[in-house]
């Protein structure tokens, strides 16, 4: 079992690099779907995700189609949008038979209406307020991923650690 997050045409570096290093820290592959509106080896991106970029499996997809080429069952496919009815943390997603996909959209215009429309049973929101349009990608990404490996028992994941200079012991 694998847990992807997975950013749909991203515009900011700081964001994917953001999501990157959480990536590294839990396990999770992050896949791109082109195009990108940025370089990959933008100063924004590499200063974001910081030294963590060997720590992380990246796929690169040349378009959406290209991208849903590589999921073999949709219904691990889990698209985040704020136009969602039922919240992320009603869904379960504990099978750790399975690779689980969470969708995020472009930073200005989020997923594709149609693609959401094609998929809405597949589609979960975030609960907030209505005081903002929407949340910064990075956190929304930091906390699905880590709704689902709570959810999964944290696999993989060291859920405490002795340090040698452990400033609560």
């Not at 930073?107 to 005081?131: K, V, W, Y």
Request: proline share 4%; net charge negative; aromatic share 10%.
């Amino acid at each position: 079992m694998t847990n992807h997050i997975v950013l749909y045409e991203p515009l900011i570096p700081a964001n994917t690099g953001n999501i990157a290093r959480t990536c590294a820290g839990t396990n999770t592959v992050l896949d791109l779907i082109e195009p990108l509106g940025f370089e990959t080896d933008d100063k924004h991106l590499k200063r974001a995700g910081l030294d963590y970029w060997d720590q992380v499996q990246i796929n690169y997809h040349k378009n959406l189609d290209a991208f849903l080429a590589t999921v073999t069952d949709r219904k691990h496919l889990y698209l985040i949008t704020k136009f969602a009815e039922q919240a992320y943390s009603d869904r379960d997603v504990s099978d750790t038979n399975s690779d689980h996909y969470f969708m995020f959209g472009k930073e200005t215009t989020g997923l594709p209406e149609t693609f959401m429309r094609e998929n809405e049973a597949q589609c979960l929101r975030i609960p907030m307020s209505d005081h903002i349009r929407a949340l910064n990608l990075s956190n929304c990404a930091a906390l699905v991923i880590f709704e689902a490996l709570r959810q999964q028992d944290f696999p993989g994941l060291e859920k405490s650690h002795l340090y040698d200079n452990d400033k609560l012991k």
